[in-house]
């Protein structure tokens, strides 16, 4: 079955540590993007990525940053850098533009 | 600025009754809509989007939505809810000249035996 996949489900790091989340499709999506979940704030974007080798900043990039080497993977890097790092990440993909996104089971990450 | 608004953050029905959820965007361009839903445990599902044509769209689950471009609004109806629509709602919002959606703050839907 096609689909996203995001790893591990739980994750937990002490402050000060980077840590990477995994996310991979095989779904053959160009577009491929990170959103955090807050409760109450909806989901917010991090990052983007239309081609391979190429990604975008969004809204909330400060703290974060990606790579986009193959066109199946976008790992995302939380760095110690980001102040409120303690949420739930989505990762989703699409065709491209205007098409639905279809979104992975998220990774909560709780950093003490 | 730019932004997606949904007016209900938790809203409680019992089984049987109309739902309505609001969305309002306020981009001044072409825009494409969705609504998303997130059943608990699950990951987020499309319910149903517009891009043109007939405003009033029809999703899966008996869902529909209708833009009105006059408000720029896009809400939700469900004529009669049942248990196993508890979820979280999300109203989202493409510009045309974007290429990520924004997303609104989420409704959380409760609906009692």
């Known amino acids: 079955d096609g689909g996203i996949t995001q790893s591990p489900k739980y994750l937990f790091r002490k402050e000060g540590q980077n840590v990477t989340l995994s996310c991979e499709q095989n779904?053959?999506?160009?577009?491929m993007y990170w959103y955090r979940q807050d409760p109450g704030q909806g989901l917010r974007l991090i990052y983007y990525?239309?081609?391979?080798?190429?990604?975008q900043k969004g809204d909330i990039a400060e703290g974060y940053s990606v790579s986009r080497e193959k066109k199946e993977s976008f790992p995302l890097t939380v760095t110690s850098a980001q102040k409120n790092p303690t949420a739930f990440y989505l990762c989703?993909?699409?065709?491209?533009?205007?098409?639905?996104?279809?979104f992975g089971n998220g990774t909560r990450l709780t950093v003490t | 600025a730019q932004s997606v608004s949904q007016h209900n953050h938790h809203v409680i029905l019992s089984e049987a009754a109309s739902l309505e959820l609001g969305c309002n965007y306020s981009y001044g361009g072409t825009v494409n809509l969705f609504w998303y839903v997130q059943y608990p445990g699950q990951h987020l599902q499309l319910l149903l989007k517009y891009f043109s044509g007939d405003p009033l769209v029809k999703g899966i689950k008996g869902f529909e939505a209708e833009f009105i471009k006059s408000k720029f609004s896009f809400n939700l109806r469900k004529p009669s809810v049942q248990w196993s629509d508890t979820a979280e709602y999300f109203c989202?919002?493409?510009?045309?000249?974007?290429?990520?959606?924004?997303f609104g703050k989420g409704t959380s839907l409760l609906v009692t035996p």
């Open positions: 989202a919002v493409l510009l045309n000249s974007g290429y990520a959606l924004n």
């Open positions: 990525s239309q081609i391979v080798n190429d990604f």
């Open positions: 989703a993909s699409s065709i491209l533009g205007d098409s639905p996104l279809h």
């Open positions: 779904l053959n999506h160009d577009a």
